[in-house]
C-alpha cells in the first residue's frame, strides 16, 4: 500500500493535505469560478423570486454498480428533488465523508463522474466539504449534496400536489425497479448481473419539456426509496384521495421481473433514480404522455392509473390477472442502502 | 435491548418508520411551515441580490462534550460560515446518517439541542435527509447541514479579503482552543473534564453589531479545523502578505494553556467553534473592539497582530519571551474528528 494514494486523516484535518486535495481534485473536476474563490461559502446572484432548497445524503452500497456510481447518483438524486418541485436545478453544495485508507484513485472517478454528471445537468458544484474519519468508522464514502433552484414564476411546487382531483391521470416515465435490481446484482455477483444498469440519470431536461403549461401537471415526484408504490401511498393518505393503477400498464424490464420473482421482491417497491411519478389532468395525459416519449429518458413513459373518489387514502392494483390489491406503504427494508 | 427504542434500517427505508420519524422527531422539534409541507424540497422567497450558500458535515467523536453536542455544533458551524461571509444566516438543510441500533433517545437530545440552537440563531431548518447504515458502518451519527443565506447589498462577502493591506489589525473574539481540548476531554476522561466547555455557539448575532461599516471590515473567517493559525497561514499565502501577531495578545484559558502542555499541543491549531478573526482597518480598531466587548460572544475580544509589508506569504509570531517564530499551516492531523 502506497500510503501517498491513499486518503489520511490528515486530508480532512483542514491544513495543508485538505488543500491539496481541495485543489488537484475537487477545484481541477468542479472547475468553476465559485469554487476557485475557495471560501467556506459560495455567492449567488438571485433575480427574486423563489428558490426551491433540497438535501440528500448518499450511502449506497456497494459505492460502483452497473449504470453509475455514489457520486453520479448524489448529483442525479439532488437535481431530481429539485426539478420536480419545478425548479430549475442550478447549484449543489458536495460533502464527502470518506474512510481513512480509501483510495485516491476511487475518489477521483467518484468526482469525475460527479463533475460530468453536474455538467449534463447544467448545474453548478459550487460549495464542499471534506471530512474524514478513522478506518472502520464510515464504510468508503458517504456523500451529501444539498441543492438550490430557481423556481420560474409561472410554476407551482409541483411537490405540494393541492390541485390533485378525480379523474386525473398517473404517469410514470418508463420501467421501474432498475436501481433496486443493478444494486442487488452488484452486490451478489448475480448471473443476470451484467444485464440490467441503474436507470440514475438527471430528469431536469426531461421534466422541463412538460411543464410549459403547469395548469395541467398537479403533482410531480421522483420515486426513489419506497418506489413507486410508496409514492403513491403517500399521496393518496396525504390528500384523502384513491388511486387506482393497472399492472400491465406499469412499465418493468423482464430482467428486473424475473429477479423479483426468484428474489421475492416486487417492482413497485423497488428504488428508482431516473423514474418520477405524474399526476396531470386527464384531458391533457395523452398530450403529456407523447411529449415524453420523444425524450430519451422518456421513452418507456405510460399512463398507469388514475385518481378516484371512491376509496379514499387507498392504492389499488388491478393485477394482470384480473385481480385487485391494496398497496400499502413499504413497512419493513427490502434492500438497505440503496441510495 | 428493546428495539423500538433504537433506530432500524427501516428507520431509512423511506416508508412508514421513516415517515413516523419524521413526523415525531424532525417535524415536531424543527417545526415551521417549510417542514410542515413534507415536500422533498423547500420553497424560500429570495428578495433579490445575493445568497450565501455553504455546507459542511459533523462527524465529530464523542457526539456530546461538554459545551454541546454534534446538532449543536452542526447548526452553528454552519450559521457561522455564512455569517463570517457578511450574509445574514436564513435557511439550513439537515441530513442525517445514523448507525444501525442508535438509541432513539439520544437522537432526540440531538435533535432538540438542534432546534433550540436554530432559534438561538435566528435560523429555520427546512428540509432533510435520513438514511440509516448497518450497525459498523458508521460512528453513531453523522450529521450535514446546509445553509442559505442573505447577503445585504451594502455588505461584501467579507471571505475574500481582497482590500485587506498593510496597517490592518487582527481581532480574535476571545480565548482559542476551548473546543478542542473539550473534545480531547470528553475522549480521554481527564482531570480537567468538568472544567472547559467547548466555545461552540453561533456568531451571527456579534457578526451583526460590526458590519454596519463594512468598508472597516476586510475579512472575517471562523477558525475552526486548523485554528487560528492554519486561518492566517492561508490569508498570508492567498493575498501575499505577511502577517505579525503578538502571543501574549492572544487569550488562551489557563486550562487550556496547561493541557496543551501536558499533551504536546499548540492552541494556535486547535479547533474552536465559536471563534472569528477578524481583520480590520487599523484606524478602526479600537472601536470595532469596544462593540465586541461588549457582547456576551466577544468579552474577552483581543487586537492580535497586524498584516505588514515584510515577509510576504509569512506569519511571525512574536513570543511572550520576546522571540520570533514563523508559523507554518497545520500538516498533520493533531486530532482526528474535531467537528
Not at 455538467?119 to 471530512?131: L, M, S, Y
Not at 396525504?238 to 430482467?255: F, H
Not at 423514474?275 to 384531458?283: P, Q, S
Amino acid at each position: 500500500m502506497q500510503s501517498k494514494n491513499r486518503i489520511l486523516l490528515s486530508h480532512g484535518s483542514g491544513g495543508k493535505l485538505s488543500h491539496e486535495l481541495i485543489q488537484n481534485l475537487f477545484v481541477k473536476y468542479f472547475n468553476n469560478d465559485y469554487l476557485d474563490a475557495q471560501t467556506d461559502s459560495s455567492l449567488i446572484k438571485t433575480t427574486g423570486g423563489e428558490i426551491s432548497f433540497t438535501t440528500d445524503s448518499y450511502v449506497v452500497d456497494p459505492i460502483f454498480f452497473q449504470g453509475g456510481n455514489i457520486g453520479k447518483l448524489a448529483v442525479c438524486g439532488t437535481v431530481n428533488d429539485l426539478a420536480v418541485s419545478g425548479a430549475i436545478p442550478k447549484y449543489l453544495s458536495c460533502a464527502f465523508i470518506i474512510e481513512e485508507g480509501f483510495e485516491i484513485e476511487q475518489l477521483e472517478i467518484i468526482v469525475k463522474s460527479m463533475a460530468g454528471e453536474a455538467r449534463n445537468a447544467g448545474v453548478k458544484i459550487i460549495t464542499g466539504d471534506t471530512k474524514v474519519v478513522n478506518r472502520g468508522k464510515c464504510d468508503k464514502v458517504f456523500i451529501n449534496t444539498a441543492g438550490i433552484g430557481e423556481l420560474p414564476s409561472l410554476h407551482r411546487h409541483f411537490g405540494f400536489g393541492n390541485t390533485i382531483k378525480p379523474g386525473d391521470k398517473i404517469i410514470v416515465n418508463g420501467n421501474i425497479g432498475d436501481h433496486g435490481i443493478a444494486i442487488l446484482a452488484a452486490r451478489e455477483a448475480l448471473s443476470f448481473k451484467s444485464d440490467i444498469a441503474s436507470d440514475c440519470a438527471p430528469l431536469n431536461d426531461l421534466i422541463s419539456k412538460i411543464v410549459g403549461n403547469p395548469a395541467s401537471i398537479r403533482f410531480m415526484r421522483d420515486a426513489t426509496r419506497g418506489g413507486l408504490a410508496t409514492v403513491l401511498c403517500e399521496l393518496a393518505e396525504s390528500k384523502n384521495l384513491g388511486i387506482e393503477i393497472q399492472e400491465d400498464k406499469i412499465p418493468v424490464n423482464e430482467i428486473v421481473a424475473g429477479a423479483c420473482e426468484i428474489f421475492g421482491f416486487d417492482p413497485l417497491y423497488l428504488a428508482n433514480e431516473g423514474k418520477i411519478v405524474l399526476i396531470v389532468d386527464g384531458n391533457d395525459a395523452s398530450n403529456i404522455l407523447e411529449t415524453m416519449k420523444k425524450h430519451p429518458l422518456g421513452k418507456q413513459s405510460s399512463i398507469i392509473g388514475t385518481i378516484v373518489e371512491t376509496n379514499p387514502k387507498k392504492v389499488l392494483l388491478e393485477t394482470s390477472v384480473g385481480g385487485r390489491r391494496i398497496l400499502d406503504m413499504l413497512a419493513g427494508e427490502m434492500l438497505p442502502r440503496i441510495c
